[in-house]
Each structure stands twice: as structure tokens, then as C-alpha cells.
């Protein structure tokens, strides 16, 4: 099989519903595999009301189903961007924070990577952590609830 055919036979699977595919010619043995779509929980963030923000508010609310409740006292920190979470800067480092840490605004809660690139995520409130709600190097949605804070 030559590498162009290859390629137009992962492209062919790629956009099918298709979650694992196997074909064999000869010696050649070739598995594809794709992971399905994850189910996501998303909450609403408490920020300034914009024209914008309302709007994007109002669709991720029809996207998440019932939304979990935060007091006045309680913040969560979402992921900006859809990517991978990371909460250390490396397999081998102490993660940027952990239930009980006391953070501040701007202070890096954590790493989405996507494209290849390492986006640092800094909280938008003070406070001490109550939960990390994303496990590492779990694949996150833009607007998914990464951390939850106690103001």
C-alpha cells in the first residue's frame, strides 16, 4: 500500500462514525482507533454581565442541563479554551495548586494545552481552593470548570 492511500484511508476514517478500524494486506497490518466524544458538565462562571457574556451564558447553559449552584462565597475557575488540562508545569513537578492552597488573582491554577501550545490559565479571584474538578491531562471544553474557589 502506498503512503498516499494510507493517508486517504485515515482521512476516509477520520470523518466517519467510525471508532476503530483494521485492515490487513499481506504483511501490513494497520489498526486505526479514535476516542468518542466525552460528556462534558459545564456551570455557569460568575463575571461582569456583557451583551456578549449573556450570550454565551445562555448557550452553554442549553448545552449543560441543569447547572450546579455557586454561592456568593464560592467562584469556579473554567477553562478559557478547549484543550488538554495539565496541573503542573511538568510529569516530574508539584502541581501549580491542590486542595486547601490559599491563591491569588492572576496566580497560574493550571495549563490547557492546545495546538501544541502551552496556555497558563490564571484564577480571576482570590481565595482558598476547595476542589480541582479536571484530572491531568484530561481533554477539557472551553467554559468547563477546572478548579472551584472559596472567596
Not at 29 to 46: F, N, Q, S
Not at 47 to 72: C, F, L, Q, Y
Request: glycine share 10%; charged share 30%.
Amino acid at each position: 500500500m502506498e503512503f498516499e492511500q494510507v493517508i486517504r484511508l485515515v482521512e476516509a476514517v477520520s470523518k466517519s462514525g467510525l471508532t476503530d478500524f483494521d485492515y490487513e494486506e499481506g504483511n501490513l497490518k494497520l489498526h486505526m482507533g479514535k476516542k468518542g466524544p466525552k460528556a462534558v458538565k459545564v456551570t455557569e462562571i460568575p463575571m461582569v454581565e456583557s451583551h456578549e457574556t449573556a450570550a454565551v451564558r445562555e448557550i452553554v447553559n442549553v448545552e449543560a442541563g441543569p447547572e450546579e449552584k455557586t454561592s456568593d462565597h464560592e467562584a469556579v475557575i473554567a477553562s478559557p479554551i478547549v484543550g488538554v488540562f495539565y496541573t503542573s508545569p511538568g510529569p516530574d513537578s508539584e502541581p501549580f495548586v491542590k486542595v486547601g492552597d490559599r491563591i491569588q488573582e492572576g496566580q497560574t491554577i493550571g495549563i490547557v494545552e492546545a495546538m501544541k501550545l502551552m496556555n497558563e490559565i490564571e484564577s480571576d479571584v482570590s481565595g482558598v481552593v476547595t476542589e480541582v474538578l479536571a484530572a491531568d491531562g484530561e481533554g477539557v471544553e472551553y467554559g468547563q470548570p477546572l478548579i472551584r474557589v472559596e472567596k
